[in-house]
Nanobody, 116 residues
Framework: QVQLMESGGGLVQAGGSQRLSCVAS????????VDWYRQTPGEQREFVAA???????RYSDSVKGRFTIFRDSFESTVLLQMNDLEPEDTGVYYC??????????WGQGTQVTVSS
C-alpha cells in the first residue's frame, strides 16, 4: 500500500504562483507515472498534468505553458509548479500514482483557491 500526501495549496490571487507537492511513502522513480487531477464541487475530476517514469510529461490544454510537473531532489516527491493562476484553476488538487502492476493510489487532496 502506497500512501500519498499533497501539500502547498491555499489562497492566491489571479496571476500569482503556487507550488504543490506530492510526497509518497516510497520512491517515485519506480512507478509508471505520477499525475495531478483537480476537482470542483459538482464536477468530475479533471486531468491536469502527468510525469512518466522516463521523465516525459503531458499537460491538459487548459494548463499547458503555465504549469510544470517535475521531480524534486527527494525520490519520493513530485512537484507541480503553477504560474499565472486563473480563477478557473480553483479546485481540490489530487496526486495519483500508477504502478507498472496496474495499481493506482490517490492522495487526499489539497485545496487551491484563486481569487479574481
Amino acid at each position: 500500500q502506497v500512501q500519498l500526501m499533497e501539500s502547498g495549496g491555499g489562497l492566491v490571487q489571479a496571476g500569482g504562483s503556487q507550488r504543490l507537492s506530492c510526497v509518497a511513502s516510497q520512491s517515485l522513480y519506480s512507478v509508471k507515472l505520477v499525475d495531478w487531477y483537480r476537482q470542483t464541487p459538482g464536477e468530475q475530476r479533471e486531468f491536469v498534468a502527468a510525469l512518466f517514469q522516463d521523465d516525459r510529461s503531458r499537460y491538459s490544454d487548459s494548463v499547458k505553458g503555465r504549469f510544470t510537473i517535475f521531480r524534486d531532489s527527494f525520490e519520493s516527491t513530485v512537484l507541480l509548479q503553477m504560474n499565472d493562476l486563473e480563477p478557473e484553476d480553483t479546485g481540490v488538487y489530487y496526486c495519483r500514482i500508477v504502478t507498472f502492476g496496474g495499481y493506482e493510489y490517490w492522495g487526499q487532496g489539497t485545496q487551491v483557491t484563486v481569487s479574481s
